[in-house]
C-alpha cells in the first residue's frame, strides 16, 4: 500500500528520494531568505502540526547548515513570541503565521517563512548545539533545551535497538514532531532506518483513530494516553490489527484500567516507556504483557539510580544519565546545570523503584502537572489568572475525576478569591476562563473553576489541599 514512501501525510507523500530534494530546496529558499545574522549561529523556529512538509522542512533547516527550534504551535501568539525573542531566532517556519507579516513563501505547501525582529544580545548557543527543543517543566515559560547532533542520533539509535525499528516498518504518529514522543521514537528513527512514517493532520478523535489504524495496518502505533483512554471506551472495539507489534504511550502515566481493557478486549499491549523532554527516552519494553505494568528497562544508553528513600518501603527519587542528554537550557542560564549531580545524573523529580532491571513510576515531586501528556506549569497558570483585575487571590492544582469505564482523567483545577463582587456583574467561572484563555494555550486553562471569598490557607500561608478539594467538589481527588 505505502510503496517506498519514507513520509506519508494527507496533503503529500514522499519517497526518500522526494523528500531529500524537497528538503534540499527549502534549504537554498532559507539561504536566500532567512536573513541570518550570523551564516555560523542561524537559528530558525518550526511552528506547524505535522505534515510531511514539517519533516521536509526540518530536514532543510539542517541541510542550511541552521540550529532548528521546534516549538509547539498550541501555544499562544504571546508566548511563542516570548520564545522567538528570547531565544533570539532569526526566522521561523509556520503553518499559520501567527499575526506575523510579511511571509515569505518557502515552496512547501501551507508553510510560510517569518523574519524575526533583530536581538543584538541574543543568548550564545553551546558550540554542540544542533536541535532545540522545548519544555514548560516547572518553570513559568517553556524552557529551551540545546542538544547537540550526537545526542539526538543516540536517542534514535538506542531506540531502534530497544525497539526492533526496521525498514519494514510502518509508523502511525499522532504525537507532534515538536514533543519527545514523536521525535525521540518516530520521526528521527524512522528516517534513519528507511520505515514509512505516517503523519495524520486531523483531530485524533476516536473514531478518527480507528478508521486511520483499519486503512493502515500500522505496526507501530505512537499517541499519548488520551488516545489510548478513548479507545478503550464502551462500544469501541478496534479493527483486527494483526501485524501492529508496538503500541507507544508517554508523557503521562497510562490508566491501568485502560490498559487492562484493551489488552484484554483488543489483544493490544501497550509500552508505557518512560523520558524525559532533557534526556531522551530511558527505558522501554517492546512486548509489555506483565499485568503489574512498569515503564520497561533501560536502554542500552541509559543509566537509572533511584536514591534510597528514608522511609523504608517507599519509593525514591529517580536520576538519570544518558548519552542522549540535552546540554544546558538556552533561556535559563545555569538552571540545568544545576539539576544534575556531581556524577552527571539528571535529577527527574519522579519518584519509583527498580524491581529487577523494570522501572515503575509512582508519581512526581514538585509542581509540574500533567494534562493530556503536557506539562503545565501551576505558577505560569497561576500568574495569567492573577493578571484578571477582579482576582485578588489563586491556588492551581490537578484533579483526577472521573472519566467513565472506571477510569479516572487529569484536569485542571483552580480556585479564585475576589476582593468584592461588583454590583451587578458577579465574576464567573465563564469570565475567568475566557480571561485564561487569551493568555494561555488551551491545555493550560483550567477545566474548573471555583470562585470564593477566601482560599483556606494555614497561617504560614500555604493552602490547605483538602479544604481546597472538599470546596472544588466530592469527585476530584489531587
Known amino acids: 500500500m505505502t510503496g517506498n514512501f519514507a513520509v506519508v501525510g494527507s496533503s503529500a507523500q514522499y519517497t526518500s ?19 541570518p545574522r550570523d551564516p555560523y549561529d542561524f537559528r530558525v523556529g518550526l511552528i506547524a502540526k505535522n505534515s510531511p512538509e514539517y519533516v521536509a522542512a526540518f530536514l532543510g533547516i539542517l541541510l542550511a547548515g541552521a540550529v532548528p527550534f521546534l516549538i509547539d504551535p498550541n501555544l499562544r501568539p504571546g508566548q511563542i513570541a516570548d520564545l522567538l525573542e528570547s531565544c533570539g531566532l532569526d526566522s521561523y517556519v509556520s503553518d499559520s503565521g501567527h499575526g506575523a507579516n510579511p511571509q515569505l513563501a518557502t515552496g512547501l505547501s501551507g508553510l510560510d517563512l517569518v523574519r524575526c525582529a533583530d536581538r543584538p544580545d541574543r543568548p550564545s548557543l553551546a558550540p554542540t548545539t544542533e536541535v532545540c527543543r522545548f ?68 483531530l485524533p478523535s476516536a473514531a ?58 483488543d489483544r493490544l ?17 517492546p512486548r509489555p504483557t506483565d499485568p503489574a505494568g512498569g515503564q520497561g528497562r533501560p536502554l542500552d544508553h541509559v543509566n537509572i539510580s533511584v536514591v534510597e528513600p528514608e522511609v523504608h518501603g517507599a519509593d525514591g527519587d529517580i536520576l538519570v544519565r544518558s548519552t542522549s542528554m540535552g546540554t544546558r537550557y538556552l533561556n535559563y542560564p545555569g538552571l540545568f546545570e544545576q539539576r544534575l549531580t ?24 514538585g509542581r509540574g502537572i500533567n494534562v493530556g501528556g503536557k506539562k503545565v506549569s501551576a505558577e505560569e497558570v497561576r500568574s495569567a489568572l492573577l493578571r484578571h483585575t477582579d482576582v485578588t487571590d489563586a491556588h492551581v492544582l490537578a484533579l483526577n475525576v472521573p472519566n467513565g469505564n472506571d477510569t479516572h482523567r487529569t484536569i485542571l483545577a483552580a480556585i479564585l478569591s475576589v476582593e468584592a463582587q461588583r454590583e451587578g456583574a458577579p465574576l464567573s467561572a465563564e469570565g475567568v476562563r475566557a480571561h485564561a484563555a487569551a493568555l494561555l494555550a488551551a491545555h493550560q486553562v483550567p477545566e474548573r473553576i471555583l470562585v470564593v471569598e477566601n482560599i483556606p490557607r494555614s497561617g504560614s500561608g500555604k493552602p490547605q489541599i483538602q479544604e481546597i478539594l472538599a470546596l472544588l467538589g466530592p469527585d476530584g481527588q489531587s
Open 342 to 365: 556531581a556524577e552527571g545524573y539528571y535529577i527527574t523529580g519522579d519518584q519509583g523503584r527498580l524491581v529487577g532491571e523494570v522501572l515503575f513510576l509512582s508519581g512526581r515531586k
Open 135 to 202: 519544555t514548560s517543566g516547572s518553570t513559568r515559560t517553556a524552557a529551551c533545551i540545546e542538544f547537540s547532533g550526537q545526542a539526538v542520533l543516540n536517542a534514535a539509535q538506542g531506540w531502534i535497538t530497544a525497539s526492533g525499528l526496521s525498514s519494514h516498518d510502518r509508523v502511525l504518529c499522532f504525537a507532534g514532531g515538536y514533543n519527545g514522543l514523536a521525535f525521540n521514537t518516530s520521526f528521527v528513527p524512522s528516517l534513519l532506518v528507511g520505515a514509512t512514517l505516517f503523519l495524520p493532520h486531523a
Open 17 to 35: 528520494a522526494e523528500l531529500l530534494h524537497t528538503a534540499r530546496t527549502f534549504s537554498a529558499v532559507l539561504g536566500s531568505q532567512g536573513s
Open 208 to 265: 478518527y483513530v480507528r478508521r486511520k489504524l483499519e486503512q493502515i495496518q500500522p505496526t507501530v502505533l505512537v499517541g499519548f494516553p488520551a488516545i489510548y483512554d478513548a479507545l478503550s471506551k464502551p462500544g469501541r472495539k478496534l479493527p483486527p490489527l494483526d501485524e501492529l507489534r508496538l503500541s507507544l504511550s508517554s508523557a503521562a502515566q497510562l490508566a491501568e484500567q485502560t490498559r487492562a481493557t484493551l489488552a484484554s478486549r
Open 269 to 285: 499491549n501497550i509500552s508505557d516507556y518512560y523520558g524525559l523532554a532533557e534526556t531522551g527516552p530511558l527505558t522501554l519494553d
